[in-house]
């Protein structure tokens, strides 16, 4: 098993930054990559970003390349996101996820491709 836990959110206004954190602990030498995920309310989870153990390398949805930074170290222990130029539309709660697939078959941008999720943590961004 591999436990994850995000911290980070909060209120944030529009235009700032906020980064986002999930710490990894348990099994985590089985994990093949890790990504951010969100969740608005009454939309279904989409993908933020990802990052594979192998060679790390970093994956973004259109909607935050050039806004969002994914990092991590290699083992996989953490994973930070930093939020810059936030919009209204990324309110949302965000949930960290790690993959226990062989990192040839882990679909980085697919929900179902990935093992342990955290609880999620808020983000809500004020106009």
């Known amino acids: 098993q591999v436990q994850l836990v995000e911290s980070g959110g909060g209120l944030v206004q529009t235009g700032g930054s906020l980064t986002l954190s999930c710490a990894a602990s348990?099994?985590?030498?089985?994990?093949?990559?890790m990504g951010w995920f969100r969740q608005a309310p009454g939309k279904d989870r989409e993908f933020v970003a990802a990052i594979r153990r192998v060679g790390a390398l970093k994956y973004y949805s259109e909607s935050v390349k050039g806004r969002f930074i994914i990092s991590g170290d290699n083992a996989q222990s953490y994973m930070n996101l930093q939020m810059n130029t936030v919009q209204p539309e990324d309110t949302a709660v965000y949930y960290c996820a790690a993959s226990e697939r062989i990192n040839a078959l882990v679909r980085v941008g697919l929900a179902s491709d990935y093992t342990f999720w955290g609880q999620g943590t808020q983000v809500t961004v004020s106009s």
């Open positions: 348990g099994r985590t030498f089985s994990t093949s990559a």
